[in-house]
């Protein structure tokens, strides 16, 4: 892809000690370069531009009585915005830290509390929910509104951003010491309630610094901000590391358009979760399947990386079609979904099918996994671009130790494990031994080139009646890639005698099957009782029993009706399975596949 063989020039952020001197040093290399944006430049802040904002908003916090040390929580969406407000609390020493925008009154009540927050900036969409909690937060004495004041203890921004304060700045940002604690990931809390883990300065300088040793990026770096800010991902891949490295930031503010924004942006790194790579793949492999000639092309090309993958030359002919495709096809494609200009494309917080990884490959992208957690500052394993394995989260990045327990568990030592979890200190023991290494709940194999193949998570690894260890990540994985009609899967078969899984259907692509098959203008929930769609599903469940081992096979399925969406019964804001409330909300349907 163009782009790739751009050599990186010397960023001077990088000599810095914390993420406000990085921030600064950035403004005077880069002050009149884009900063943040909007699609269509409604709004656009230079580097320099944002600085002013940030001074002005900081200045007004410091009026109210934000401090080093403090903690402010934020409720705001993908703008510009976000950028403003994180950067003007983190210059005065104190932490930031976000609100997920499906958490409610009670969820944001624990996690501000836990924090101590005495000021909040938010939206208005999160208004109500942040008055309702506010009767369980007496240390929370003004909520910052964008829109402006709504009511009794709020404030407008506006009234803020500017105001007159006896505060030096440069004095707070430089009083700043890499210990301390630049922001606070709250884990989604599948297993109770969530975890607040502290990451300081020093972590996301040395995570950011093994990512300039990994990736080459441009003089004009871009990435897309679309992910949820209380996500280590976003935090990392959208705000930090573009502060460290000068790129330009262009607010999505729907992450459903995403792949509307590639195109307009055409990002230098691109990172998303594995949904969002299977629905791009789906929508190409109907758009070629249309055309035979086309599809020879990419079954060729699939040939290659897989022949690549395992070390064996290639077929003359396989090449040439390959090549074929290359020049006819597949740099148009890249062209058209705007990653033609990409040095770095990434997938993780999931495990990703095999066969989209390779798809992409087939096309020219070079899709690479990765693998990190909120306690590593989202830093652990990469697959570097030019040495991608399939399969794997790649070896640890430079500076990052990595070694298996007696039960497989991954172990992770370097400079980004966290500070620990706010307030917990017996589980902050618990996760990191007296050795410093970080015990990630992982099961985990190495190979021989220190790549890291993640299993599934150490609690949620199935035993069956029979005594057999299995994955239901990787069962769930296999599913959607053997089916674009398979939106998510929840695989049960602990203490049973077979697997069975809920299916939930994809909500776009399953609507576009039914078109073409007579079945328009039924919702999912329809859609799941149709005969034609059971069986349809059923053909992908074969095809995925086929790359599955016996024990692994799925021997009944459910088609759940309706959708599972993100902070919802069935999946967390980052989409995650949330495995033992879908247990027990659809107990009765479970029960019925072993009756």
Known sequence: MEGSTVVAPERRALAAKTMAEAFRLTVEQYGDRTAVRTKDDEISLTWGQLRDRVDGLAAGLAGLGVKRGDTVALAIGNRPEFHIADIAVMSLGATAFSVYATSTADQIAFVVGDAESRVAIIEEAFVERFLAARSQLPKLETIIVLEGARGDGTVAWDDVEGADADVDLEAAWRAIEPEDILTLIYTSGTTGPPK???????NMIFLVKSVADLFQFPEDGRVISWLPSAHIAERNAHHYVPILFGMTITSCPDPRQVAAYLPAVRPTWFFAVPRVWEKLKAGLEAHLSQDERKRAWL?????????EQRGEPVPDDVAALAAEGEEQLFAQLRSMLGLDAAVAVNVGAAPTPPAVLAFFHAIGVPLAELWGMSETTGGGCCNPRERIKIGTVGPPTPGVEVKLGEDGELL????FNM????????????TIDPDGWLHTGDIAEIDEDNYVRIVDRKKELIISSAGKNMSPANIESTLKGASPLIGQACVIGDARPYNTALIVLDADFAPAWAAQHGLEGKDLAALAAEPAMREAVQQGIDAANEQLARVEQIKKFTLVQGDWLPGGDELTPTMKLKRKPIAEKYADVIESMYA
């Open 412 to 415: 992770v030592r370097a400079e």
């Open 419 to 430: 500070a620990g979890y706010r307030n917990q200190p017996e589980r902050t023991a618990e």
């Open 299 to 307: 079954e060729a090309s699939t040939q290659k990386v897989w022949a």
């Open 196 to 202: 607040g883990v502290q990451i300081t300065h020093r």
